[in-house]
């Protein structure tokens, strides 16, 4: 299949009368999607200020993903790079940024460990997720260390009504899958379940050898809550654990065991004109080898405590985090056994008068290991009409070096937190309920960057890295059609010697088209990414990536999805050295009871 097979696969969706934009004046415009991330609040996401993505739960199901990765790739301005297939160790750049400047939360809670930085997201189940957040952008002010790329918040599975679900899955290298879920809902209490079991074959991770290494995994989400009068009280709990299998420096095939999870005791109270959420969380990270004594293991426990208030065009809210971290390693007979304390206290105002729209966050960061810490954010935005709006925005964030940086293979205790400063400015065009443009300008300067030096064999901090880029999207959502579309141009850099920076694409272009038919669906995703670099100026050249979906619904309660992974069976690599998928097919049929 050539790249004709995809011009007539867009023609299929683009000659349709409902890409005509129907909805005129007077119309009523489609509800807002409400977002928590951009400021630690419940805002419509028209209403934020920095670009935020949202990923929904009709976006997951149709796009029948294997894990949190597979569903990023294809949204602007991230880089993926993988060792490889299934549970093989995954890498996200958002903005150019680091793979460890991007945080992670489950539900508002921090999962990126102590020890390696960047979060499993190769072990994320998407069945176990109802939508994702992604903010653009410079949030340490609010979220502390590791925000200097932006955030990704993955809120997972509730529901407003009783259900069940469960769905059966295979395909392509021996792949099996199987999920459930339900969930009840009172006047007063909820509570839900969902279970994911994933298990391949996989195929082999390194383009020098035929070696296949298989993914195991099973996880877990359960929640329940009980309204106390004006408080909320909930408890909930992810889990992911498995097996990975993969080939060692020496092409040695050898296996790990893995520990994902996050637990929280929540209470939400709002006796009156103060509101008040406090947020006590367990996190643990933890991968183990078969072959030897070898191991990392992280654990964090964290209480966020936030207080809110509203006052004429003002919304202020102020909070308290406070985390006690372990990090421990063995490796090749050398480790390190770690306990990290920090502090922090910050506050936010969100300001909205007529046209003119403000943001402003402080935060003030004890760091046992590193000291003080001042993050801040300043955003404004104005409104020329009802579809027309400009935004600006300035911010400062930082890194503290983890466990690994300081004290594992090629660390070094003396490194500096890495530090940055942002400035964003962007235009939002909105001509109607349906179309919807954004252009996007972005610069971030990181002072201190940590890098691996090839020639000592250690990290170092290197002076400076200076990020550009530009952004330009387009969204069409109508009845029978809808597309997305992101054009990325950037530049990221060493700022001593101009050479760029690992593993980061130039230019991308990313197009997701829908087209449904009555209650069937039928999806095409495709991601057209530049050339990379990576270690040792190893040159990766740019690919064209397709993914066709399909959904088809088999009477009122059962669901066949469908999807072909690689539909021009490029090969390319996101890592030098590792394959990537070949043409693949996968499906699930799914029972859905309301």
């Known amino acids: ?126 069945e176990l997720i109802e939508r994702i957040e992604i903010v653009k952008g410079a949030r340490s002010a609010l979220f502390g260390t590791d925000a200097i790329g932006g955030v990704v918040n993955i809120i997972t599975r509730r529901s407003d009504r009783a259900f069940i679900e469960g769905a059966l899955g295979g395909g392509s290298f021996d792949t099996r899958s199987a999920s459930i879920a339900a969930a009840r809902r009172g006047d007063d209490a909820d509570a839900g379940i969902a279970l994911n079991w994933q298990d391949t074959d996989g195929f082999s991770p390194s383009t020098a050898v035929e070696v296949d290494r298989g993914f195991e995994n099973l996880s877990a989400n359960v929640y329940a809550g009980k309204r106390l009068g004006a408080n909320y009280l909930s408890v909930r709990h992810w889990r992911a654990a498995g097996t990975t299998e993969y080939l060692d420096f020496f092409l040695t095939p050898v296996d790990q065991e893995f ?20 947020v006590i969380s367990h996190v643990v990270d933890e991968i183990s080898q078969n072959q030897s004594a070898d191991f990392v293991e992280s654990s964090r426990n964290a209480l966020d405590w936030q207080l809110g208030i509203e006052r004429g065009s003002h919304s202020w809210i102020a909070g308290l985090y406070l985390v006690g971290e372990t990090a421990q390693s063995l490796s090749f007979g050398s480790g390190f056994d770690e306990d990290t304390a920090v502090r922090a206290v910050f506050v936010e105002d969100q300001w909205s008068r007529g046209r003119h729209s403000a943001f402003a966050a402080l935060r003030l960061t004890d760091h046992e290991n590193f000291g003080n810490h001042t993050s801040w954010n300043l955003e404004y935005s104005f409104a020329f009409n009802d579809g027309l709006a400009f935004n600006a925005g300035l911010g400062h964030a930082f890194r503290a070096p983890d466990a690994t940086d300081r004290f594992g293979f090629g660390g070094r205790p003396d490194l500096n937190p890495e530090a940055a400063d942002e400035a964003q400015a962007g235009l939002r065009y909105r001509p109607s309920a349906r179309h919807s443009f954004e252009l996007g300008f972005y610069r971030n300067n990181i002072r201190d960057l940590i890098e691996f030096d090839l020639a000592s064999f250690e990290l170092r901090n290197i002076a400076e890295a200076d990020i550009r880029g530009a952004e330009l999207s387009w969204e069409y959502k109508g009845d ?23 593993r980061r694409a130039e230019e991308s272009m990313t197009a997701s088209i829908i087209r449904n038919f009555r209650e069937h669906r039928v999806g095409l995703s495709v991601l057209a990414s530049g050339d990379r670099v990576d270690v040792r100026e190893i040159a990766l050249p740019g690919y064209v990536l397709a993914n066709l979906t399909a959904q088809v619904a088999i009477g009122k309660n059962w669901r066949l999805h469908a999807r072909v992974e690689n539909l021009l069976d490029r090969r390319y690599e996101t890592a030098a050295g590792f394959r990537m998928q070949e043409r693949s097919a996968f499906f699930d049929l799914k029972f859905n009871w309301k």
């Open 1 to 126: 299949m050539n790249t004709a097979a995809i011009r007539a696969l867009f023609a299929l969706f683009a000659f349709s009368p409902a890409f005509a934009d129907t909805a005129g004046p007077g119309q009523p415009e489609p509800g807002d999607n409400i977002i928590v991330t951009a400021t630690r609040s419940a805002i419509p996401v028209t209403e934020a200020i920095v670009p935020v993505t949202l990923i929904t739960r009709q976006d997951i199901e149709q796009s029948l993903a294997s894990d949190l990765a597979e569903l990023l790739r294809f949204e602007g301005g991230i880089d993926i790079a993988r060792n490889g297939g299934p549970g093989q160790a995954t890498s996200l750049f958002l903005r150019g940024t680091e793979s460890n400047h991007t945080l992670v939360l489950i539900d508002g809670v921090r999962i990126n460990p102590g020890t390696i930085g960047g979060a499993a997201l190769q072990n994320i189940a998407p």
């Open 259 to 278: 520990r994902n999870q996050a637990t929280a005791l929540e209470l939400q109270s709002e006796p009156g004109a103060v509101s008040s959420k406090i």
């Open 480 to 502: 029978e059609f809808s597309l997305r579309t992101t054009l990325v141009r950037q530049s990221a850099e060493n700022a001593e010697d101009g050479a760029r920076l690992l």
